[in-house]
Structure formats: C-alpha cells, structure tokens
C-alpha cells in the first residue's frame, strides 16, 4: 500500500499537479512493527488504508510537509488497496510459476527415465491393466502444464487501478483542473498511466467493482493446488507401507515421528493433499465477493476478497516449494513396481485376453505366451512423447 | 453417450479394425424414456454408461449384430461419459457466449444511450460523488466481456477423452494389433482421431485424470454468473420502491404478484442473484474433484463432477436467457437519476468542495458558483469511450 | 405443496373463515405429469406456487367452485414453499435416520466380532502401532451415532410456516376479520395451527427469515455424509489390491467392469466417498442463503436453497442406503489382518520398544520377549466397551 | 498447546507413572516470540506440535529435568493438537455466546420499543404490505436465539483428546505398566481423565478420526455468522440514503470517509455482510475434513482444519462484537418509517382491499374508511410477545 501511494505521489508530481519536491520516498515511513496497530484500526473504518494514510501523514510532516499535503490525493482507499493486492498476486503468480517451471522440468526427467517402468494400473483403487510410471507421470505434467498456462493469462491480465471514489476519477480530475491542466480529465489519466508503470503494471480503466481479474488470479492458484492434489494423491498411495512403490524425498527433518521410531511420513504429500482441501473455498469465496459487488462500492463483498486470498496466496506459495521439493526428489522404486505388475500378471492382462478371445478365432498359441505385462501398454510410449514435447515446447518459450 | 459410441464405432469401421458394416446409426436407440432406468442403474455400476452399453447391444442385436459386437471395444466407462461431459460443456459454452454477445450489443446501447445521464454515485450503500448510468453500465459491459473472453478460451481447450481402461489406449491398441495393423497403437490413435473429428472436438492424448478441461470452463461459466450477480445487484438496488430509477421489463406474466396487485417484482434479477449465489460452490466442487484424482480412475472424485456440472450448467443456461431479456428491455428512469443527483448536490460534491477548498488559494467564486453534478464527473467519458471500443472490438473478432 | 394447500384450506373451513365445504381433497389435481410445465412457468414468476396454485385453481373450478375460490386465500408463495419444503427434510430426515439405525446395529455387530482382530493401526498413510479393527469400527460407529443425533434434533426443531406476505399474518386475519371474528388474529393463528397438525408439524411463527431450521438439516445431513465418507475412505484403502483387509458385499451387480472380468470396484465406497466430496459445498449454500436473508422475502437468498436442497437430500438418501449396504455386508479378511500385522510387529513396536528402553531401567528380557502385537493394544478394549454403550443406549431411547 | 502438555504430565505425576516432581508449570516457557518459528517448522513436521516439545524439553532441561524427561510421554502430536483447539473453540463458543446474550437483550429492548412501530413490508425489493419494525426485529431476535441455542449445544459437547498414535492409549498403557500398575490400560485412562478435568474439559474416549465436535462448532459458528449478515442485510437496505430508516451508532471513527466529508458508511454492517460471506466456505472446509478421515490419522483431511478454524474463529468474534455494537446502538427513525408506510399506504394495502372486496357482498364504506396501515398488522403483536417470550426464557435459563 505504501508502494502504491508512493507512485502515484510521484505521478502527481509528475503530472504538474503537485510541485516536484511533493514527490517522497515512502518505504521507511511503515514498518512491520505498525502491523498489529494498522490491523486493529482496519476494523473500525472497514479497510487498512485509512489508518496507513494517517500514519504516512503524521510522519511525513515534519521531513516532508509537501508530500504530506498531497500523498494519497485523487485516490480513494480502494485504489490503494486493489492496486497493493494486485502487487501482491504478482507476485504471488511469479513465485508460483517459477515453481511450477521447476518441478516442470523435474517431472519430465521422471517422465523420461521411467518411460519404460511398468507397473500396474490401477482404477477405483483396484488393478486394472498394465501401464507405466512414465505415463502416470505424464499425467501430473500435463495438470502442471495446464496450471502454469493458467497463471500465465491471470498474470498478463493483472492491471493497476486508480478510480477514485465513484471509480470516475473524478478528484484526479479536479486536481488537475486546479492546478490549470487544459484537459484536466487526460491529465488525470496521465498520472494513473505514470503510477502504473513505476509499479510496472498495466494501465486500465477502474474496475473497482468488476472482480474478474481477482477471481480469474484465484482459480488460476487453484488449478495449480489441484494438479499437486493429484500427484499428492498419487503419492500417498504408492508410498503406503504395503504398496512402498514410491518414497518422498527425506532429510532435514522431514517427515520424522516423534513417537514411532521407525516411521517416515509423506510429509510433503499430505501437506499438499491438505492445501488442495482448503483452496477450492478460497476462490469460491473470490467468486461470491465478485458476484455481490453493487453500487460505486460493495457492502461487504470487497472486504471479503482479503481473507480468501490470504489463504490461498500463502498457502500456494507454501505448496508450490512442497511440490518442487516432492518432484525433485521422488524415490521411484521401479523394479518394485515391475515386480508387483508381473506377479500381477493374470489380473492385468484379462482385458487383454478377453479381448483376444472375442476376435473369434481362436488366438495363435504364441499369441497368448507372448502375453505380458510389458506387451500391453498400448500407446503409453506415444502419450508420453507428446505431453514432452508439449512441456518442452512450454519451457522454451517461457525461456 | 450415444453419440460418443457412435462415433467411436464409425472410427473402428474406417481404420479397419472393425468390418466396415459395424458402423451403425445408433441415435435412435436410447430415448429420453429410458431415463429413468439408466439413472438408476447408474448407482449399482457407478456410472451410467454400463447400462446405456448394455441397452444399445441388447437393442443391436437384432438389427445389427456387428455393431452389437463392436460397439465400444476399445473404450472404457470414462471415455464415453467424459466425451459426453465435454459434448454438453461445448454446447452449454456456446449458448452462454451468443447470450452473452446479445448482451454485450444490449449493454453498449445502455452505454451509449446514457453516457451523460447523470446519477448519484453510491459507495458501501450511501450517495458518494456524481457519476453517470452509462459509467455504471460500462462497468456492467466490462465485467461481460471478460466472461465471455473466458468462455471463449475454455471452449477452444476442449477435447476428446478416449484413453481405456487406464489411459493408455491399450484395448484399441490391442484391437489393432489383432486386425493385423503394423503400427497397432497409431491405429488405436487414429481411431481416437476419427471419433473425435466427427464429433467436432480436438483430439488429445487421454487427459483421464487431469480435470483442467472441466475446471476451467466451470471456472467460465462462474465469472459469467459473477457478471451477471454484480448487474442484479444494481438493479434490485435501483428499482427498490423508493429508488425506483430502473424498471425490469415487464410482460409475459413476469413478476406478478398472486396477492398483492399493485406488486411488479424484478423477478429477472432476483434469478441472477440466487444463480450467483449457487455458482461459486459448483465450481469449487470440481475443483476439489480435480485434486481428488488418484490412481488411473478416482474413487468417487471423477464422480463428484457431474451433479456440479448438472447444476452449473443447468443454472447458467437459464441465467444467460434471464440477463438477455433483462439487458435489452431495461426501463432507465434517466430522469430521476438526474433528478435525485442534483437534490443531493450539496452532498454528492462535498469532496469537490474538500478539493478546491485544499487548493489553498481561496477558490474563485465562480468555482463554487458553477459546481454542479454534472461539472464532477472526472473522466468518466473518456472511461465509457474506452470500454466501448473494447466491446467493439471484441464483437468484431468474434463476427 | 398440494398437500399444504389443502391442509390450510382445510383450516379455513374448520375455524369458520371458509364455508364448509370449501375444504377438498386436492391430491388428484397436480399429478407427476404437470411437473414439466410447472417447473418452466416456476421460472417467470420467480416460484413454482404461482402455477401450481393456477392449475389447482383451474381444475377445481368445476367440481368444487367454493374451494377454488378460498384455495389459497391468507397464504404467500413462500408458505407454501417452505411449509412444502419442510415435508420433504423431514421425510429426507426420517429416512436417513432409519437407515442410520441400521448401520449403527450393523457397526455394533462389526464392533463386537472383531474386538480382538488385531490389524496394522496406520498413521499419515503408514503403519504405527497394531489396533483392533474393532476399535477402528468403534470410531466409525461414534460418527453415525453423532450424524443420528444431529439429524433427531434437527428433525424436533422443524416446524410449518404460515405467515402471509410479509410474515404478519395480515391476509389470514382480514379473512377472518370478515368472517366476523371477534379476535380475528387469533383466528387466524387457529388456522395456522390447525393446518400445522393436519400435516404433523409444529405450529411456530413465521420464519420466513429465519432460516436456521434449515441450516441445521443442512448441516445434520452433512455430518451423516461425513461419517459415511470417513468409512468409505477406510473401506477404499483396506480394499486395494495389495492391503485386501477388507471387501465389499457382491452381488447383484455392484463393481463389475465391463472390459476387466477380473474386477471387483468397491462402488459403494466410491459412490460414498463421492458424496461426501458434494455435500458440504451444498450446506455452504445454504448458510449463504440464510445470511442473504433481507426485508421480507429476500432477493435470491430464499431461491438459493432450492438447487442445494435438491442435491443434498437426493444425494444422503441414496447415500444412507449404500452404508447400510455396506456396513451389513463388509467382508472382514480378520486373518489377513492379523498376519500383516504380526509380520510387520517389528515396526508396529517400535513405539513399545523406545517406551520399554526409556524406562531407565535396562528392561527384563521377557518384556521384550512378550512383545507381541496383541500386547500393545492399550485401552482398545475399554473404548470398545465404552463405545457399543453409548451405542446400545441410543438405540433402545429411540426404540 | 502448552497447558495441555503440562496438564497431562501434572496427570502422569498425579497417576503415579512420572515421579511427583514431573509436574511442572510450562506457561512460561513458550513466549508469542517464538511464534514465527515454530510456524515455520511446522511446515517441515507436518504439524506445530513437534517444535513446540522440541522447545519444552530443552527449555526444562536445565531446571527441571524430570518434567523435561516425562512431558508429552504417552501423548502423540495430534492428541496435543486437537485438545489445543478445543480450548480455543471453547474459548470462542464462550465469547460469542456472551455476546449473543447481550444482543438478544438489546434487541428485545428494539423490539419492544417498536412493536407499534408501522413500516412498510418489503418483499423482493418492494413496497408489499404493511408491517412494525418490532415485528422485523423479533425475526433478527429468533436468529439470535437459534444461534445462541446451537452455540450453547456445541459447547456442551466439546472433550478433550488423548488417544497417542492409533486411539487405542497403547503409549500412556504401557507407561502404567512399566510403572508397575495393575491395571494399566484404567491407569492410563485416569491419566486422561485427570488431564481433561485440570483442563475443565470432559473426557471421552479418542475422537481422531472422528470430527463432528469440530464440525458441529463450526457450524454454529456459521449459524451465528448467518444470523448477522441477515441483520446486516436489513440495516444495509433500511440505512441507504434513499431510505433512512435507520443509522448505524457513530463515534469513535466509525464510519468515515478520508475524502467525502458528508459521508457516515454503516461500517459494521459492511463488516458483518463480509463475515456472512466468508463463514458458510469455512464450515464446508470443516466438514469436508472430516470426511476426508482414513486410517488412524489423515493425510491431509486433519491438517486442512486449522486455516478454516483460524478464519472462521477470528471472524466470527470480530463479528459478534461488531454485532453488539450495532444492536445495541442502533438508531431507529420510527417517524420516517410510519411517514413513508403511510404515504404509500394505497400500495401497502392493496392485498388488504383485495380480500374486502373479495368477501363477496360489497364492504361497508366505513370499512374502507378504517383502511389504514395500522390496521393491517394481522397477528404482529402476537407473533411480537411469543418470540420476547421465546426470549425471557433463554436468558433466564441461561442466567
């Protein structure tokens, strides 16, 4: 919120309106130490802003009585507020698909290296047929890939937003016809454009009660929770005591059981298996709060966005280094699987031989000999191929 | 799911692996009277396409026994209903964004037509600073335009779902390799090529267990439904009996009253609003559905997708008719507004007066003289011009 | 609704507002064949009463002009709604609390069969420390018997709902008022409460606002589901492929594959486990409603439930049948249970071992030596105990 | 966490396991300093308990070795953990319902002094029929009263937790053993129940796996959170400009606008309609936890309840308060209100000439003379008394 109030003090200046020394350096003026204080005021006036801007006043007017005089004017809280928030999911997304790059790449090396790993299928929690862990792991790349294509959009839509009151810009107008602009409402314009780009965000038009750009930000975090659900899930399975196929990456704590000696708990899994719990409520709340905007400003649904992207931004952030961790170092266990697959043979490769039996005539001998696990995996090795060559596609032009 | 094993059938006929009289018109051999039976059927097998199968050879038999024996081999459970999902989603996609182009041209009439009407501006419920209903409504047009940018966006990542028992194409492949194909698993690709040419869709390596497709047009549908809740809230605030300066349209036995004659409801808004009150919880709901995936099939989060998709789809459908019709007919009491605006001149431009007050400079006379609402409207013009070029380009593209 | 109707045209009759043979037997007139058409018309006037009570009107004409002049008269839409609406939750209630019953005696059996079967207890998806599935069937029990208990209370609490336009009673005391009497409010209190009766509900005033009665059927619902989705979760993992502690109930259908003959699904878990994943986010949906609660008759808070309504109680019925299916057949594999768990008695003791070393004193060598599952099973036995208490007592109070 | 750790090592001492010198006062040893960092590590550990012991016992090391020695003995993380959130939920279910009990007073004070207070109905956002403003707040008041009722039961059935890894109490049984207790698994069964009583706590057998204490708070949470939002949602509406039936109390900067000096914003209601907005998503969070329970401990479902609690738990206080505030200085206009109804007494009593001239014969004139407002009330000061009465009597319960 200080950065906001900053660069649009200096647009200001810029612009003509204020004298150039209005312009000042806000970043020192609020320390975290204010946070509780701000935090309790929040309550009473309905929004942060109010207490920020009283404190921004009171210690910049000894150092800097200009800017004290014109800090925040034209904006009103929500302008500081949307605008900081945007700041926020920035980088929220950034962080979040840097992660996603890096466990992109961690996933197509597991891809590649167990392309051939047979094991068995499973559906409904049961053995079904042959595949391959190669082309189970393409299926978590493909859910990766779509999540950071996701935030990628949500990222290039996020835009900065200066509307004043009745998101008119009206007081920016004013201001500038005060101080003698010819088109006052193209000044005002002018200094919105100039704030924005020293946040390095795109210029918009207000769009204080059109909620598209948080909702959109939300469900794009979502889409990432969900695809390290799905592998969490995976996990979880395949590292049970009696399946043991997989092993979370261990050290540093990890995992340990204060009581139980022996165990070794999937730590990381369960925390993303966790966060992909909680998040869908989040963006349903962002939903709810975009759909109850009325007037110049809503009675409630505004203020309801904070709650719902402090979770979910925090707890994405958290899930996103769990699951780089998780990805880079999988212990995959192939030669259980192969073992377990083999051994299950029979069960998995009845689809296989029903199949055989109802092409009428009689299968050859050799047919039903050559019958194994590794000789029905069907298109496993195409599938695969493809969703790497999609993800090498994404990473170069990401590059 | 008739459909879906037709066309896949028609495949297996035009890549040789089923004789080519095994392609069949099945269209006509489940009706709506077999409802019912199959719903019920569907809570013993899990699904309801063991019973929709069971019923189409039973049905083929007599008529056709080739195709009684071909229909869907190669296809598991997943592949057909899947298919189907995506076939209602596209359908439900495309109704909503032709309601939502209809609704882009109603909204920018409004725009235009009252780009200088002016009205109060209200923030957390109270008269703020002036502002025009052409402002407002293009906040309206701006919200439509972003769902309709993401409807358009989910429809293109659409695609056909045809991947066997666990996503691998093994049983198509499988039927290849008996039919004496040389590269049986590009076979089994090409039949999945076929069906889902015919079908209109994309093909797409099997995207079983990774729900972005679903999620993210239910994510679409939602920011429609956030649109058309924020235009509802507007409106049932504007039409209270004692604001009174909209009128949903009437007519067509809409919003009448059985006791109280002199009622006219704005039944069309209260629709949208309880429709944007039951949208954020579908979405969520798939959301948790896509991080629930496990194995090679889910255990009951692949099924939790469908009544979320019955009542988000189901809800969207008749909302996207609703704001239609309450789009285009909308009755602006231009006149009230103005009316009610310049009464609540003295309150509506207080902050103006903070403005010109804080010039430092006693204000010319003049200024105060000539302040009016209408003199306080900041760049609201130049906001609407913008939107409205936005609209215009977009119905341009999508012409 | 019909029956509401009735009921309160009944109550016009008996307390002298009507003539006497205004009151009629409506059940005839509305038949399955009308729901089509109503639920279309339900969507211009906002509700389904206004047709309902058209067509009532209409076919009563003939036969009885007298009711079809009084049908009605006193009441609003929303009476008749949510008078109907509670008919069906307490139907809904009733059921799943009869099936709840069933399980609970189903539990009790599985509890006390195998208070003995020593099994692997499982901690973050890993073994722990050996338990009973007794024990673990103990704490199943203990969530339906706090589902059933909910579900009574919630069941007390329901209650009819006649309070005209805006829930003053105005309608029904003008009637009365110019029947002639002499107090007319408490007449048409009388009515109300003779209505209430006649459909075995608690008289209440209105609560067309208050919409706690049904938050907390929501609510008592959702928890039934959640024990059923606990047990579910458990059945799904104890019935893998590599675990096969436990299995399912065949028969008639349930689990089969079409492509796989080898399968045997745990449907009922996943159909369980499915909705358990649906059912909160219709409870949210509720509780929104609720707080959306505004004037009179609120603007699609009170519209909001219908859909949620629908969902929640079709899913739990159909839910609470399948847990009865499953509980009365679960297949316990008690012996698979116990060799797992004696052969895994290595790790399961760790916890005793470090416990024993701790001690200070270098433990007797025949500590050791008796270590042996079966003697680290703690207080299971006494909670075991204290459990199929709680549940016998419920039992015989509801008998 | 701290005061349970310390009540069951004061348990193993008072029970004879740990010497008597174990028992020690912990309070001090953990400070709001070590806050973040314990944090932190929860994250590695999968839960906070593991820091937190980490801290006790090297922070007992040097001055109490023993107690250093015994403390968490015979406990695992989740027993410290669940019991921890059951204090907070007490703590919270207590001061909500203090606040309830002084909202239900100052709300029978609205009621009664407004009882004959005439105001216009609305239904749907418009004029429908008369009503008092006594009659609408005793609907506010039947919220309250069912919240506080439901708030009241949660509380009652809240229990401490101590089960050690599996629920089965093997760890504190085998401490009593090793002690040289005869019937150990009583003895540890003591040791919890002296726990829970120094915690002013019930006992209960383990509730690991079994959450609906923690669902069943939240929902009456939410009830409550319900019961505000619908109060807000009144004074929202009734305090626009337009209307201005009511105000919210002012003072101590409530309210204000840094930029539009004439503004009062009625704050707490916007903060209360955010609360109703965020609460229902939370208590779906909870349930969907709960259902999410497997094995002896969730991978995932038991870590996804402590955001939810955390967001719901903060808001719901913060919200009673603001409640309070609200009702108990809530400015009624009684004046504007009867004015307005009076002035649009021919609308508001449409329904009633309805009926006058649907009795049949011709009403007398002077019946049409007495038509005003305050005529038609129909049942309003019945329905008034009965739900004060509803009132006095919980409170007086209650005292």
Redesign the interface.
Known sequence: MVTVEECWLAGLAACGIAPSDAAADLTQLITPADLPHVAEAA????NPV?EV?RLLRQRLGDINPTAA?WV??GL??QDVLDTALVLGLREALTTVNEELRAQISATMTLVETHRHTVM????????????TFG??A??WL??LL??AE?ID?AEDRLAAQFG????????????AR?SGATAP??T??QVAEYAATQLGLPMS????????RI??SG?AL??A??????I???V??M?????AELSEPTG????????????????L??????T??????????L???????????A???W??EW??LQ?LVR?TI?AAR?ATELLSGLRVHGERMTR?AVE?G??LL???R???A??GSSPPASDLASAAVEN????????VS??LGQAERYLREKA
């Open positions: 309550e009473g006036g309905g109010i801007l005089h925040h004017r009103t809280s068995a299928g499973r559906t409904l929690s049961q053995h079904a047929v042959p595949t082309r189970k393409a299926s493909g859910g779509e999540a996701d959009a004043g009151a009745a998101g008119t810009m009206a007081a920016g107008t004013e201001l005060q409402e193209r005002a314009w038009i207000p769009w204080h009660t059109n909620r598209a909702t959109r469900d979502v889409r929770c969900d695809a390290w659900g799905h969490a899930q995976d979880l399975v590292s049970r005591t009696e399946i540093d704590g990890r995992g340990g059981s204060s009581a139980m000696p022996q165990k070794v708990n999937p730590v899994s369960v925390l993303l298996s966790r992909s719990l909680i998040a869908p409520h989040q963006a349903a709340q939903h709810l709060a975009a759909a109850q905007q009325v007037d110049e400003r009675v409630g649904g203020h309801a709650p719902a979770t707890g958290a769990h377990r299950a029979e069960d009845a689809e296989q029903a199949i055989i109802a092409a029905y995996l069907g298109a496993a090795d195409l599938i493809t969703v």
